[in-house]
């Protein structure tokens, strides 16, 4: 158990969960779309995910990494040349990438490279201090969800349609509205679990402005609407089950670990591996409908 929470906080900590699970939400939205997978965009996802949260990590470095009060911030400085070595692979990951893909796809994603970097990068001037989007008021969690969205589902429309795939667009619309909101799902216990934290900092977000037990009854509020989204998504039956399971999954964890064991710091990144654990979860009910043809 020791081995296996020492590979989950690797995962975690160097954020290569995360950038796996961008890269397992572009795969679904080609299954979802009945397109072949564009291996590029994949790839491009994955660095340019990982490239963005470790950018923002190196942003907060602490003067004192070891006095830090969160094990990722002392892991992450105290194994510095695991971070470099990550981090220089997956540049060229993205430069290969890049080179690889039409000039107007490369437009679009510097509109989301812009976005990406604003919820990041002190950009905006507030009371005097240089701040990012993410010290707005309430923004941050509709800032990811956006960034989300029009990486793992805009990216690959603007790609496919370069390439002469046809993709409705009502389908486009309606699942950017699904996958918004799938991520609000999934990113608001995490500013639940940072609450005294963002308190501490003078940030306002939603779950401060809404109290700990109303934010939770968000969540579940969301989940139940998601549900209700998917059964009129434009796409298959085997992927509409795969991905109310795993909706049913996400209620499940929040009842189970991540609202009942709040003070465990990492319980809340099971989320991030759900975003992995959707695409598996479509594949998965895709073969077996498909065993059941044959």
Not at 158 to 171: K, M
Request: include cysteine; charged fraction near 15%.
């Amino acid at each position: 158990m020791k081995k296996l929470e020492q590979i989950w906080k690797f995962f975690v900590f160097t954020n290569l969960l995360i950038a796996s699970a961008a890269a397992a939400q572009v795969l679904l939205s080609y299954e979802i779309f009945h397109l072949s997978y564009n291996l590029y965009i994949v790839l491009l996802e994955f660095a340019a995910t990982l490239l963005l949260y470790n950018l923002s990590i190196w942003i907060s470095k602490p003067k004192d990494y070891k006095q830090s009060p969160y094990e990722r911030t002392r892991w992450i400085f105290g194994k510095m040349p695991i971070f470099w070595i990550i981090n220089v692979l997956a540049i060229l990951l993205l430069l290969y990438a890049l080179a690889q893909i039409h000039f107007q796809t490369l437009l679009y994603l510097g509109f989301i490279g812009v976005l990406s970097l604003a919820y990041a990068l002190p950009l905006l001037k507030i009371k005097g201090q240089w701040k990012s989007f993410r010290h707005l008021p309430y923004i941050k969690v509709f800032h990811i969800a956006l960034i989300w969205s029009l990486s793992t589902v805009g990216l690959v429309y603007v790609e496919s349609v370069n390439n002469l795939e046809n993709i409705a667009w009502g389908s486009l619309l309606y699942l950017l509205s699904c996958k918004f909101l799938f991520i609000l799902l999934v990113t608001i216990p995490f500013d639940i679990r940072d609450m005294k934290q963002d308190s501490y900092y003078h940030l306002k977000t939603v779950p401060l402005a809404l109290g700990e037990i109303r934010a939770k009854y968000l969540c579940y509020l969301l989940g139940i609407l998601h549900i209700l989204l998917v059964l009129a998504m434009p796409t298959s039956t085997e992927i509409k089950i795969g991905l109310i399971l795993c909706d049913i999954l996400v209620l499940l964890i929040f009842k189970t670990k991540i609202f009942k064991e709040q003070n465990n710091f990492l319980n809340v990144y099971l989320l991030d591996l759900l975003l992995v654990g959707q695409y598996a979860l479509c594949l998965f009910s895709i073969e077996v409908a498909n065993n059941l043809i044959r």
